[in-house]
Antibody, heavy 127, light 107 residues
Framework: QVQLVQSGVEVKKSGASVKVSCRAS????????INWVRQAPGQGLEWLGS????????NSALKFQGRVFLTTDSSTNTAYMELRNLRFDDTAMYYC????????????????????WGPGTLVTVSS | DIQLTQSPLSLSASVGDRVTITCRAS??????LNWYQQKPGKAPEPLIY???TLESGVPPRFSASGSGTDFTLTISSLQREDFAIYYC?????????FGQGTRLDIK
């Protein structure tokens, strides 16, 4: 079955970097983009960015540009999210998410949505 | 960036009730609006995509509609397992954005 397995809990100091991995299985890795979404404790969902498996196209939220770096390794079907210069408010659960494309034959339109979510990686930033 | 505004932000209801959550976009997203359900301690799960299409395995008591800027998610007869947080999300363009979430509690 389609599965995303993420790396374990991280505790980092302010100013450090963290790199979270997301290993995909059960589908053709190169056919889907991987997105990264985070959720601070008790808060809502925040999109960080996305990457196609061939590393050619990436998108990231403006607030994270220059701090978030997304890569993939097609030899191991793994996506990585590195967040640099960590701040206390980066403490959150980080999810990798597959983005699927559904073609609506009735309208001829494509619809993208987040169909498979990883279990999340808790990143805690402390002093 | 496209802002999504959900209402209400919290809602108390009873088993068997019919509830509706709305999501309004700051600009048109056509039908590129999705809904997710999140239970405590779990990752969100897809419910609806393309504004009105149920994800495989989602019970038919869930329905959704809308296009452009105004969307609704309806649960026709609440079951105990439906008490959760619901998020809308637009996939019309980048950056992808989410609504604030609507917490649905048992009355």
């Amino acid at each position: 079955q389609v599965q995303l397995v993420q790396s374990g809990v991280e505790v980092k100091k302010s100013g450090a970097s963290v790199k979270v991995s997301c290993r995909a299985s059960g589908y053709t890795f190169s056919s889907f983009a991987i997105n990264w979404v985070r959720q601070a404790p008790g808060q809502g969902l925040e999109w960080l960015g996305s990457i196609r498996a061939n590393n050619i196209r990436t998108n990231s939220a403006l607030k994270f540009q220059g701090r978030v770096f997304l890569t993939t390794d097609s030899s191991t079907n793994t996506a990585y999210m590195e967040l640099r210069n960590l701040r206390f408010d980066d403490t959150a659960m980080y999810y990798c998410v597959r983005e699927a494309l559904d073609y609506d034959f009735a309208t001829g339109l494509n619809h993208w949505y987040f169909d498979v979510w990883g279990p999340g990686t808790l990143v805690t930033v402390s002093s | 960036d496209i802002q999504l505004t959900q209402s209400p932000l919290s809602l108390s209801a009873s088993v068997g009730d019919r509830v509706t959550i709305t999501c309004r976009a700051s600009q048109s997203v056509d039908k590129d609006l999705n809904w997710y359900q999140q239970k405590p301690g779990k990752a969100p799960e897809p419910l609806i995509y393309g504004a009105s299409t149920l994800e495989s395995g989602v019970p038919p008591r869930f329905s959704a509609s809308g296009s452009g800027t105004d969307f609704t998610l309806t649960i026709s007869s609440l079951q105990r397992e439906d008490f959760a947080i619901y998020y809308c999300q637009q996939s019309y363009n980048h950056p992808r954005t989410f609504g604030q979430g609507t917490r649905l509690d048992i009355k």
